[in-house]
């Protein structure tokens, strides 16, 4: 069965830092790798989908790389800003495009 | 842009009422999901759907039932609500290739 984690649970960080949040999985025949931000009491918001076939997706201020083969991939956050405080999860989609969904990592940024 | 509409924000229900949560999808996707959330568990799959008029069971189905008679549409129905089932729902829909959207959540309370 597949199992997602992400590290750090926490994360807490000043205005500006560039930060890297991780996630693993432990079946690596997976599909695509997609990364959501949830906002508290909301829905989640997409960031980045990885497709199968590729290795990172850049969308202004966020990377996000995948290796299949070692069950990783990482969230960076360049320059980060109090706005993206959030709880971000990492989500690996399996057979019929299923989402098993990582444990997610609460990130505080302090003005 | 994608919109995925939950029909209510906020819903208290009392236990053994039968409980419907619509969810309706503006861009012709053919995967729909229903999750719940719960603090310390994560997200957690209920119920999905690939084709109108197909459902498959998730990791938690018991205690729940769905309906997609059209493509855009995908109900979560609690056939007798208990306390136990008081969680944020999230709908989502993607196409077959991946690239998940979700609602902006439902947030039951069962008393």
């Known amino acids: 069965k597949q199992e997602v984690t992400q590290i750090p649970a926490a994360l807490s960080v000043p205005e500006g830092e560039n930060l890297v949040l991780n996630c693993s999985f432990t079946?690596?025949?997976?599909?695509?790798l997609q990364w959501f931000r949830q906002d508290p009491g909301k829905g989640l918001t997409s960031l980045l989908l990885?497709?199968?076939?590729?290795r990172e997706q850049t969308s202004g201020r966020l990377n996000a790389s995948l290796d299949k083969s070692s069950g990783r991939s990482t969230l960076y956050i360049a320059a980060s800003q109090p706005g993206d405080s959030a709880t971000y999860l990492c989500a690996v989609y399996t057979g019929f495009q299923k989402l098993v969904f990582g444990t997610g990592t609460r990130l505080l940024v302090s003005p | 842009d994608v919109k995925v509409t939950q029909s209510s924000r906020y819903l208290v229900k009392r236990t053994g009422e039968k409980v419907f949560l619509e969810c309706v999808q503006d861009?012709?996707?053919?995967?729909m999901f229903w999750y719940r959330q719960d603090p310390g568990l994560g997200l957690r799959l209920i119920y999905f759907s690939y084709d109108v008029k197909m459902k498959e069971k998730g990791d938690i189905p018991e205690g729940y039932s769905v309906s997609r008679e059209k493509k855009e549409r995908f109900s979560l129905i609690l056939e007798s609500a208990s306390t136990n089932q008081t969680s944020m729902y999230l709908c989502a829909s993607s196409w077959r290739t991946g690239g998940a959207f979700f609602g902006q959540g439902t947030r039951l309370t069962v008393v």
């Open positions: 861009m012709d996707h053919e995967n």
């Open positions: 990885i497709q199968s076939s590729q």
């Open positions: 079946d690596s025949a997976i599909y695509n």
